[in-house]
């Protein structure tokens, strides 16, 4: 019987928490988004001072064999982590479908 390999998913992450001394400043928890076990993109929060947060951003690596250009949010903030953790989703999908790694999957009506 030959090997079952899977396709590789798309993932979403909460990002690790501080330790140690770290942890006394650290900030809201964002997401890391993963495809195969290789991160393409993150949603952090916006810092306008010290510990003060007013929205979220996220970004992607230039990744070109993935097909994943980079990409920053930092200016067009949105005003949750979920909303921009979806946004991010949507950009590394239509990447990863026009370089044809993942299909378009369509809902039925």
Partial sequence: ???VVKAPRLTVRNQPIETGLARVSQGPRGYDIYFGGKRVGSVSANSSGWHIY???YWCTPSEPDLGI??????ITRA????????ECLVYVRACLVLKGLIKLKRKKL
């Fill in 1 to 3: 019987m030959g090997v």
């Fill in 54 to 56: 007013d929205g979220w």
């Fill in 79 to 86: 005003p949750t982590k979920e909303q921009a953790r979806d």
């Fill in 69 to 74: 250009e980079y990409m920053n949010t930092h």
